[in-house]
Structures are given as C-alpha cells and as structure tokens.
C-alpha cells in the first residue's frame, strides 16, 4: 500500500503502470499477482483466466480454446492479443495493470510494443527450479467460486478440499496433470529465452528468485512496483 503521505493524486496525471509477470506454469505468478493488485490497486488480467472462461463457451472458438490448453498448446497469438487489447480498453485499466501469462512469444511482445511508451513498464522475471515447480504445479488446487488458490503442500485450505472463504469444494485445473505440464513447459522454454532477452534489450526486465515463501515474494515484487508507480509521478522512468 501507499505509505499514509505519499501522493496520491496522481494516477490521473501519472503514466499508467504496466507490470508483466514472466515465469513459467506454476511459479505462482497467478498467486503473486493477485496479492500484488490487491495491495497496489492495480487490475490483474490473466489470460489463462479469461481463456478458461473463453473456453466453457459452447462454440467453436470455445472448443479450440479448450483443445488447445487441454494439450498444454498456447492459443494463437492473434486470439490472445485481441483479448488483451480489449481487457485493457476498459476504463478500470486507466491507472494501469498487472499482466499475468501475456505476452508468452516474442510476437505477442512485439505486438505490445506501441503501447509501452505511453505506460511505465516493469518486467518482474520470476526464476524457480524445476522440483519446486512441479510440486507447485500438481499441488494446486482453485476455488471456483472467488478465483483463490491453494497448495496441497505449501498452502493447504482449512478443511481439506474445501475453500476457506466460500466452503465450495476445490478444483484442479484439467491442464495441471504430468503429461500436460511437461508439454506446457516445453512450450514455455521455447518461448521464454526470446521473450526475456527482447525485454532485457529494452531494459525494463528484472529477474527475480521465486524459490522463496510466497509472502516474502509478494513484499519484494511490491516493493518493486510501488517504486516504479512513484516514479510516473515524478515523471522518471526506471527504464
Ligand atoms: P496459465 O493460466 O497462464 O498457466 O495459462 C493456461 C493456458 O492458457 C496456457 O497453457 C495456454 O494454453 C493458454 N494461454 C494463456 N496465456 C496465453 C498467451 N499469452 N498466449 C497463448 N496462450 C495462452
């Protein structure tokens, strides 16, 4: 949160934030981004979200959607960048937002591009190891109700199953099984060097350890994106 005198006018004369969390499945992007907008005030928009929800849909791009993330495949970039542009069209996206799963290639940056000089970018790279991942990933179970996510090992919900805030039973994500996450992080390597060398070029990139408790990771990333919130309002660019 904004410390009790720190201006606060701003975010109309500021420069929308945008903050991109990169990482693979399951680092807890997810998790880390929901705790940042809550404590920044800025809008999460997850693309995995809005596809999941895309893809209940009865109709043949809901059904591609499906087919794709089912096989652990990223849905075409055309689809996604649309998506993206217009979730961040709404008047709620004014003062910025926290991207969660987008860009993932190098063209959906690419396309991103014209946007970033009329925003403050940050790139928050989170780095994990490969056994800390998979425990996260086959661990991880969701309320379908509010959106919260649960660790079976590192963040366990008061009664097995059930979530604390809405007692509906909990979900595992269809895409999280071995098969699929191997595949998805396939994919995520493929893509991630490209992706996290464009933006190093572009010198708004910052790797992050994300082998650390979750509330340790939320402080730091916090921290990290309240200095550069500060910075629109002093018109300085942290790039
Ligand atoms: P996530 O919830 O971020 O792990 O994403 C779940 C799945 O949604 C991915 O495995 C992809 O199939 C799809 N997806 C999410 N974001 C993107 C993106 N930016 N580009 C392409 N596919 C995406």
Do not use: W
């Not at 910025?96 to 940056?109: E, K, V, Y």
């Amino acid at each position: 949160m904004l410390a009790e005198n720190e201006d606060r006018e701003p975010f109309k004369t500021r420069r929308p934030v945008f903050v991109i969390l990169l990482g693979p499945p399951g680092c807890g992007k997810g998790t880390q981004a929901r705790e940042l907008s809550k404590t920044v005030g800025l809008v999460h928009i997850s693309t995995g979200d809005i596809l999941r929800k895309a893809a209940r849909e009865d109709t043949e791009l809901g059904r591609l959607i499906q087919r794709k993330m089912t096989a652990g495949e990223l849905v075409p970039d055309s689809l996604v960048c649309q998506t993206v542009i217009s979730r961040t069209s709404q008047p709620d996206c004014e003062r910025g937002a926290i991207l969660d799963g987008f860009p993932r290639t190098l063209d959906q940056a690419i396309f991103l591009c014209p946007m970033l000089p009329l925003r403050q970018t940050i790139v928050l790279s989170l780095q994990i190891s490969r056994t800390v991942l998979m425990q996260r990933i086959l661990g991880r179970r969701t309320c379908p109700a509010c959106g919260e996510i649960y660790n079976i090992h590192f963040r366990p919900p008061r009664m097995t199953g059930f979530c604390d805030r809405d007692s509906v039973p909990l979900e595992r994500r269809t895409d999280d099984n071995k098969v699929t996450v191997q595949q998805r992080l396939v994919e995520y390597e493929q893509q991630i060097l490209p992706l996290a060398n464009f933006f190093r070029d572009m010198n708004i990139r910052q790797d992050i350890n994300a082998d650390v408790e979750p509330a340790v990771l939320t402080a730091q990333l916090c921290a990290l994106v309240q200095t550069a919130i500060i910075a629109t309002g002093k018109n300085v660019s942290i790039r």
